[in-house]
């Protein structure tokens, strides 16, 4: 397999542990300099193997089998018929009976939907296969859909199961299944679509948002016909459902093309053009390479091409895309580090993997990614989150900087004085590889190697030296409160927010 | 009185007098021109009242669709009293036969008046300080409390990108933000307030806004003051990720001290004890204090009232009277009263005729407020019909979008087509 010249691969040799962080922290959420430390020792292509083909690697997740998917279960024939009497006679009591009922299933639902934050949250901490959780996170924001108007929670779990099991699969299939959802049915009104009076809205952001890019190579026209090309496709007992009698089987003509084209036909069409492959990768690469806050370069513009030039020639395969792109030079060009803000759950989840802190409270936690923006199963709209530079203003930042205060020291704004010794962390095994004789860790020397470890960029002399300082003032060493201390001023730094 | 303005810019300027020595070089512009414009408008002409720059925006978000019917009142008709059995408040004057108890007079020719509980509205009317906009709704009205949240937010009926306000700061702003330009209280920023350029400062309590790592061990206080206090480094290229997060952190820590300080004074007049007061009396502070901020939000939520209506909403408007009436008051003491203009909104109201729970569920159409010495006292626009109605919900009269406009251009003298995407029949409610 040849591959353009843009994606030539990084030279082996020049493989080292920075390349290694920064590989974890993008194709995951970082890990211990002990992780960082075992992924150089792969090399290269070695390690790029084992992140991306975790296949191999099981993970079992008993806490998923909890969900009930029951909880919005819709009313029985039988039911509907005694509240449409109860409606008729105005009987008050049956009224109230059945508004209880609804009231008490909606607040379980939304329990439901909390535990499921909670759950997904743990798993992207605890994974053996970090990819697979960032390519679910990478499509929950593509295929953007809220809770707060699909209503039940189990649609909200189904669909992230479908992007988790395609999370690095095909991305055709992907599409197929991911416009039969409940949850995108349901999000985008295809259950009113029917033949005669058809909805557009997910034709138009299935164009839009999820396939081509606003404004790239379709019209109006084509949203209208290839809205009638969905009709049909809705959902029975969550699942899906085709309506062979509401679909409009008639001719239709989508991008110049005439054709009785049916769901999967448009969905052809769409797919061979060239602005899809080109429209995922930049999504892609903002996410995984450069969130390029102000447009693209050309060589990124160059890279970007190939790599979706690269992804035809793989029929749409993801993880051929995937690997070359982590193993490209580009990927690891210095001017690539520390080029993305971490989004909210990125910070979080990977300072629970990266300094091994306790996860503290999940609740706790998944209130935090909402504060800081992203609060998970309810991004703002179909276009999902914006990412990059929106993710900070003065108050996301405090919170983000009052978050690691939490996680390193089990601290929150209401708690009394903090008892070091009480909270549960032990922060030495993160100075493992800089113990000397004795097993003693010279404060300046621990201190840039935590700096190393914890950001993406080398770190400025000025800004080791205030922290060395402060320790070092008030007779601090590198036991585990110095540690911890030190973790909570740099994870303050503005730069810490960098991925 | 006191000059708010003078005594700002001297404290400002002792204050950042010492930021500018002990940061030299690495100071953000916007610090030094800020201090330089507030030191210049106190030398060249302190109280400039009414000068557009010194107007302010307050907007109070009334959360879960308020019941427009049972604020406003249409006491004068019969089909008020048709649709709603037990709800229905009595006409001024009346005797209280119900548990709704009796509405205070707002225009008796016009048959309508005000919600019992709004005794703190009644007096702003008095004083001629409150508009009521009738029927206000857009086409298309969605009853999904989050979609509906969003299009008055977003200032439209497709709401996607950034909030009305936002998109004011970024179309006055030439590119750059406003730092301070708005101040939203509140767990989150709302979508209104956010630019793709224009962001809020947003803080639900004061204490919280700021780094807690002091709390843990003041000893660290010191560097993590002089790490974000820093600015951009010296070696960090302007434009890059590195520079915007270190200008932000900067800008975090001068809005923290500022706001801080600001709401740890006295105010000047008693405040009600409830949560919307809380909030109004910060904005209050913040204003005294001269900080350059155009924009305020605070939010009140619990208007969903689809069971048992009557105890929850009369205590919910009693909080929101008490405490917008308490907000003029402070005003007033402090000679601020002129500059400020408050709007009160809900995202929708209710249908018109009460459920079988003894409350209402989700509407459309309903009033609006705004107050302030700039406005036309009184009732504007048509009560929308209760007879012609769409599907059991009254027809709005009013385009939301035209009470923005009307803010917009009458009030901030900005341009609002770009702002709104077009132009809207504007209720004539702002004095000029």
Redesign the interface.
């Known amino acids: 397999m040849k591959l353009p010249p843009q994606l030539k691969p990084l030279p082996a040799k020049q493989f080292n542990q920075d390349c290694a962080r920064h590989l974890l922290n993008r194709a995951g959420f970082g890990g211990t300099p002990a992780q960082v430390r075992a992924l150089a020792g792969m090399g290269l292509q070695g390690a790029v193997e084992a992140l991306v083909d975790y296949q191999d690697r099981p993970y079992a997740d008993a806490a998923a089998q909890d969900f009930d998917p029951d909880i919005m279960v819709p009313l029985t024939q039988q039911e509907q018929q005694a509240l449409a009497q109860a409606r008729r006679s105005g009987d008050q009591e049956t009224l109230q009976k059945y508004e209880r009922e609804r009231n008490r299933r909606q607040a379980a639902d939304r329990e439901q939907i909390r535990e499921m934050r909670k759950w997904w949250l743990r798993r992207m901490i605890e994974s053996p296969r970090p990819l697979e959780e960032k390519m679910t996170l990478f499509w929950h924001g593509h295929f953007a859909n809220g809770y707060r108007t699909v209503e039940e929670s189990w649609n909200m779990f189904q669909q992230n199961q479908l992007f988790r099991e395609h999370a690095t699969g095909n991305f055709a299939r992907l599409v197929r299944k991911v416009i039969r959802d409940p949850s995108m049915i349901k999000y985008l009104d295809n259950d009113q679509n029917r033949r005669g009076s058809p909805n557009e809205n997910l034709s138009r952001e299935l164009m839009e948002l999820f396939t081509l890019g606003e404004g790239r190579g379709y019209t109006e026209q084509d949203i209208k016909e290839g809205a009638r090309a969905l009709t049909g496709l809705t959902f029975r007992d969550n699942q899906p459902f085709f309506n062979q009698g509401a679909h409009d089987t008639g001719r239709k003509t989508i991008f110049g093309y005439s054709g009785s084209f049916d769901a999967d036909g448009f969905v052809d069409l769409i797919l061979a053009k060239p602005e899809c492959p080109r429209f995922i990768c930049e999504k892609l690469y903002r996410f995984f390479v450069n969130d390029a806050p102000e447009g693209f370069t050309r060589t990124q513009e160059a890279f970007i091409q190939a790599a979706a030039d690269h992804f035809v020639q793989q029929k749409g395969e993801l993880k051929p895309l995937l690997k070359a792109v982590f193993a490209s030079e580009h990927f690891h060009h210095p001017g690539n580090r520390g080029a993305i803000i971490k989004s909210p759950v990125q910070l979080v989840v990977q300072a629970a993997r990266q300094f091994h802190t306790p996860v503290r409270s999940l609740s706790v936690l998944s209130s935090a990614c909402e504060l800081m923006g992203q609060n998970l199963f309810e991004p703002p709209n179909v276009k999902g989150w914006d990412g990059g530079r929106a993710w900070i203003n003065t108050s996301t930042l405090f919170t983000r900087q009052n978050l690691m205060v939490y996680l390193l020291t089990g601290r929150t704004p209401r708690d009394q004085a903090w008892k070091a010794s009480d909270q549960g962390y032990s922060a030495l095994h993160l100075v493992d590889a800089v113990r000397g004789a004795g097993d003693r860790v010279d404060p300046p020397q621990g201190v840039d190697w935590l700096m190393r470890c914890s950001l993406a960029t080398p770190p400025e002399a000025a800004r080791t030296a205030t922290i060395l300082q402060s320790l070092t003032v008030r007779g601090m060493g590198m036991d585990n409160h110095g540690i911890i201390e030190a973790l909570c001023l740099i994870t303050a730094l503005p730069e810490y927010q960098l991925c | 009185m006191l000059d708010p303005h003078a005594a700002y810019s001297r404290r400002l300027f002792i204050r950042h007098g010492v930021t500018l020595a002990s940061l030299a070089g690495t100071i953000p512009a916007f610090i030094q021109e800020s201090a330089l414009g507030m030191v210049s408008q106190a030398v060249g002409n302190p109280g400039r009242a009414g000068v557009p720059e010194e107007r302010v925006l307050v907007i109070v978000q009334l959360g879960g669709g308020n019941d427009g019917l049972n604020t406003v009142v249409p006491y004068g008709s019969s089909d008020y009293y048709a649709a709603r059995p037990t709800l229905g408040i009595q006409a001024p004057g009346g005797t209280s036969r119900g548990q709704a108890g009796v509405a205070l007079e707002l225009d008796g020719t016009q048959g309508i008046g005000l919600h019992p509980s709004l005794r703190g509205l009644k007096q702003l009317l008095d004083d001629g300080q409150l508009a009521v906009l009738q029927g206000v709704g857009y086409p298309n009205p969605n009853r999904?409390h989050?979609?509906s949240m969003?299009i008055w937010q977003a200032g439209s009926t497709n709401?996607?990108g950034e909030g009305w306000i936002g998109r004011y700061f970024d179309n006055a702003c030439n590119g750059t933000p406003m730092p301070e330009g708005a101040v939203s209280i509140g767990?989150?920023?709302p979508?209104a307030m956010v630019g793709k350029v224009q962001?809020?400062?947003?803080?639900e309590s004061p204490?919280?806004?700021?780094?807690?790592?002091g709390?843990?061990?003041a000893?660290?206080d010191?560097?993590?003051q002089?790490?974000?206090r820093?600015g951009v480094?010296p070696?960090?290229a302007p434009?890059s990720?590195?520079a915007?997060?270190?200008r932000?952190?900067l800008?975090?820590q001068v809005?923290?001290d500022r706001i801080r300080a600001a709401v740890e004074r006295t105010p000047l007049t008693t405040w009600p004890g409830s949560d919307l007061a809380r909030q109004l009396r910060m904005v209050s502070a913040m204003i005294r204090d001269g900080m350059k901020t155009r924009v305020y939000y605070a939010s009140i939520a619990g208007f969903d009232t689809h069971?048992g209506q009557l105890g929850a909403h009369a205590r919910n408007l009693q909080q929101v009277g008490d405490a917008l009436l308490a907000f003029q008051n402070e005003l007033k003491a402090q000679g601020n009263h002129d500059r400020v203009l408050t709007l009160v909104f809900s995202e929708f109201g209710r249908r018109v005729a009460q459920n079988?729970?003894g409350g209402t569920d989700h509407g459309t159409a309903a009033p609006s407020f705004l107050i302030g010495s700039a406005v036309r006292p009184g009732v504007h626009g048509q009560h929308p019909s209760l007879r012609d109605l769409d599907n059991g919900d009254l027809k709005f009269t009013q385009d939301f979008r035209g009470v923005y406009g009307a803010v917009l251009e009458d009030w901030l003298q900005a341009p609002s087509a770009k702002v709104l995407g077009g132009t809207y029949p504007k209720p004539k409610v702002i004095r000029a």
């Open positions: 999904s989050f979609t969003d709401p996607r767990p989150t920023a979508l962001k809020p400062i947003n803080f204490d919280l806004f700021r780094w807690m790592g709390d843990v061990d000893g660290m010191g560097a993590y002089a790490l974000n820093a480094l070696e960090t434009r990720q590195a915007f997060l270190m932000t952190a800008d975090a809005s923290s069971a079988a729970s």
